[in-house]
T-cell receptor
Framework: EADIYQTPRYLVIGTGKKITLECSQTMGHDKMYWYQQDPGMELHLIHYSYGVNSTEKGDLSSESTVSRIRTEHFPLTLESARPSHTSQYLC??????????FGSGTRLTVV | AQKVTQAQTEISVVEKEDVTLDCVYETRDTTYYLFWYKQPPSGELVFLIRRNSFDEQNEISGRYSWNFQKSTSSFNFTITASQVVDSAVYFCALSGRWGSNYQLIWGAGTKLIIKP
């Protein structure tokens, strides 16, 4: 049973739309992460948070934004989706230095 | 700087063959963790193993085994008697000493294809 949940699993949306990808975890982890990944390719860190009201940009420049108002919730928002945003988005959480737990991912297609 | 190298981009073997996935890492930390994750075609990342830098014992779990060698900075993963269900992309990752580095450094992944 998953302890970190991402919704939606799949999303097809038109160019210019605003979208929010949801990520929630029930483990009380303080550290959470968003990765962007084309299928089977390298993982690119786009945002991370080490606690409530703490967010940072990752290594890969992204037009998305994140918020961390509650420990368990770390949503990612695209204000205006473009075809270049088509990818898989993976959310993860971690406690201490003991590795990540990943959600199932959201596969986004922008048409 | 920390770095993880998975030199094998893609490996293709016939079912029941043994296969080894290579992982070489670089770090200046004396305490660190190494990980392997599996990503099947469905896309989720599945944790397989964590090994800390003080534990060089080899690990075996069913058909999976891991060989950690600090002398060569390698953490290789072997699947014995491979099965079609083992087909996936496998990622090796590294983290710094506990409490000081909260991000994993990822290899580029190795795509493993098991043919029936």
């Amino acid at each position: 049973e998953a302890d970190i949940y991402q919704t939606p699993r799949y999303l097809v949306i038109g160019t210019g739309k605003k979208i929010t990808l949801e990520c929630s975890q029930t483990m009380g982890h303080d550290k959470m992460y968003w990765y962007q990944q084309d299928p089977g390719m390298e993982l690119h860190l786009i945002h991370y948070s080490y606690g409530v009201n703490s967010t940072e940009k990752g290594d890969l420049s992204s037009e998305s934004t994140v918020s961390r108002i509650r420990t368990e919730h770390f949503p990612l928002t695209l204000e205006s989706a473009r075809p270049s945003h088509t990818s898989q988005y993976l959310c993860a959480s971690m406690t201490g230095g003991l590795g990540y737990t990943f959600g199932s991912g959201t596969r986004l297609t922008v048409v | 700087a920390q770095k993880v190298t998975q030199a094998q981009t893609e490996i293709s073997v016939v079912e029941k063959e043994d296969v080894t996935l290579d992982c070489v890492y670089e770090t200046r930390d004396t305490t660190y963790y190494l990980f392997w994750y599996k990503q099947p075609p469905s896309g989720e990342l599945v944790f397989l193993i964590r090994r800390n830098s003080f534990d060089e014992q080899n690990e075996i779990s069913g058909r999976y085994s891991w060989n950690f060698q600090k002398s060569t900075s390698s953490f290789n993963f072997t699947i014995t008697a491979s099965q079609v269900v083992d087909s996936a992309v496998y990622f090796c990752a590294l983290s710094g000493r506990w409490g000081s580095n909260y991000q994993l450094i990822w290899g580029a992944g190795t795509k493993l294809i098991i043919k029936p």
